[in-house]
């Protein structure tokens, strides 16, 4: 536990921030480099403790990945040559570590058992476990498999065609890397669109795949060439700088490198919809990925609506938004965000009740928030709930409070953000 006292400041943000390289896919880069043939190198990778739990898996299952800060290099053998790791995997705090990989052990041939850290423990494994088995993957575990700690004994596994059940990027990824080892073609068919890191970068490696309409469908046993990647900067970790500055008057804050893939830019949508000075320069595509600077002025803000497709786009935003929302004139509704309860947290519980803690006016809906904006915030102690995201949330919100704000443990901000405070004063000095 590492708490942190947060005091108010009374004066506005300015300055540049390169926001660190995106969550997504630096899992991926690892993931796909290591069972790639070759040498892959990856640049602005993500050095934080979820993106540590994924090297290390592989560097268990006997591949050299080497490492300084940001850059990467994966010596990959094909998944052919990985090797049984001898003791449990650790996966710590890592969701898309956990079903992604399980995705890739069901069809290798080795045993693996998988255990995670006391949130990850609590969040359901059998969206993935379940079209896993009906592709012939034996997990098992506790709950019927749902639950870490898991043991899958690989195999060969047979095509599927699935209609994905959840909104979920980490179900239809985990579906499509057990296709990769499958016999035939598999098909997963998308509700809604979520951020589609593993089908661009899947290609970025020669693997063919299709896309027609809401069905994305893969070939069995393609092999996947090394490549070297540049991993953009996270707008989930942008995010809470975006926000920070379109709440505290007169600030001005210019985000460096940030991915605006259109799968994950519902916070800028967000942002826009609620009237707030943003706009963006030196767009361009890099390795493959659009990213540009984000330049954000405050600007004072009105309530909006969140519902449907853009819901997946802007996920783990949510708890920010929610705090936005807070500063923002009316009533805010958020809603098709049922997702939020398995996440780190419940995090449509976790918000609310920070919030309120912190002088909001919140309720709670069973699948997402009505804010009514806008409040004077003031101080209290809140928790972090385990959670990255809800303890960078409640860090922004003490830039508009009136009184400190204590936070039980910001330890698990490491797990996405490691400079997060760095870069938070940096802005404030
Ligand atoms: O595929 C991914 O990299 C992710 C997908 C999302 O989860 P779901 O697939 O559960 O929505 C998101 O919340 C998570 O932070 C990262
Ligand atoms: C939900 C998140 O991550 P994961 O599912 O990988 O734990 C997140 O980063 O907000």
């Known amino acids: 536990m590492k708490e942190r006292i947060l005091q108010p400041i009374n004066r506005p943000l300015q300055g ?22 070759g040498t892959t190198t990856v640049d602005h990778f993500l050095d934080s403790e979820d993106c540590m739990r ?60 998988l255990y995670g850290d006391i949130s990850l423990t609590k969040r359901p494994m059998n969206r993935v476990v379940d079209p896993l088995r009906l592709m012939g993957a034996s997990i098992a575990g506790r709950s019927q498999g749902n639950y870490l700690p898991l043991a899958v004994d690989g195999r060969r596994l047979k095509s599927i065609y699935y209609h994905l059940p959840v909104k979920s990027a980490q179900v239809k ?17 998308e509700i809604s669109p ?43 970790s942008a995010a ?34 609620m009237g707030a000075d943003l706009r963006i320069e030196e767009e361009q595509v890099k390795g493959g990925e659009r990213i540009g600077n984000i ?25 920010i938004i929610a705090l936005l929302a807070t500063q923002a004139e009316g009533t805010t509704v958020i809603k098709d965000a049922a997702e939020l309860r398995v996440k780190e947290t419940d995090r449509i519980r976790a918000v609310t009740e920070t919030l309120t803690k912190l002088g909001a006016s919140v309720e709670e809906t069973e699948d997402g928030l009505i804010i009514h904006g806008k409040t004077q ?36 901000i490491a797990t996405s953000y490691p400079r997060f405070y760095d870069d938070l004063n940096q802005i404030v000095q």
């Open 16 to 37: 540049t921030i390169e926001v660190p390289g995106d969550k997504s896919i630096s899992h991926r880069s690892i993931m796909f480099g290591s069972i790639a043939q």
């Open 54 to 113: 994924t090297i290390n898996i592989f560097r268990a299952m006997g591949v050299t990945i080497e490492q300084q800060g940001s850059s990467i290099t994966i010596h990959g053998k094909g998944s052919q040559s990985l090797t049984e790791p001898v003791e449990p995997l650790y996966f710590g705090n890592s969701g898309t570590t956990a079903r992604l990989m399980l995705g890739i052990l069901a069809g290798l041939p080795m045993f693996t058992t």
């Open 173 to 189: 990824s985990a579906v499509l890397l057990a296709g990769l080892f499958a016999e035939g073609i598999t098909t997963v068919t």
């Open 194 to 236: 979520t951020r589609n890191h593993t089908e661009s970068m899947l290609r970025a490696f020669g693997v063919e795949l299709n896309k027609n309409g809401s069905d994305i469908s893969i070939h069995g046993k393609q092999a996947l060439t090394a490549t070297d990647i540049y991993v953009p900067g996270d707008i989930s």
């Open 240 to 273: 809470f700088f975006l926000v920070a500055a379109a709440i505290v008057p007169d600030s001005q804050l210019k985000l460096l490198h940030v991915g605006l893939n259109e799968t994950r830019t519902g916070i800028m949508d967000v942002l826009l919809a």
């Open 295 to 319: 330049i954000i002025r405050y600007q004072e803000l009105t309530a909006t609506t969140i519902e449907g497709e853009m819901v997946p786009r802007l996920i783990d935003e949510i708890p």
């Open 377 to 412: 915030l003031h101080g209290n102690r809140v928790q972090s709930y385990h959670d990255h995201r809800m303890a960078m949330m409640a860090s922004i919100a003490s830039l508009v409070a009136t009184s400190e704000i204590a936070i039980d443990d910001i330890s698990p």
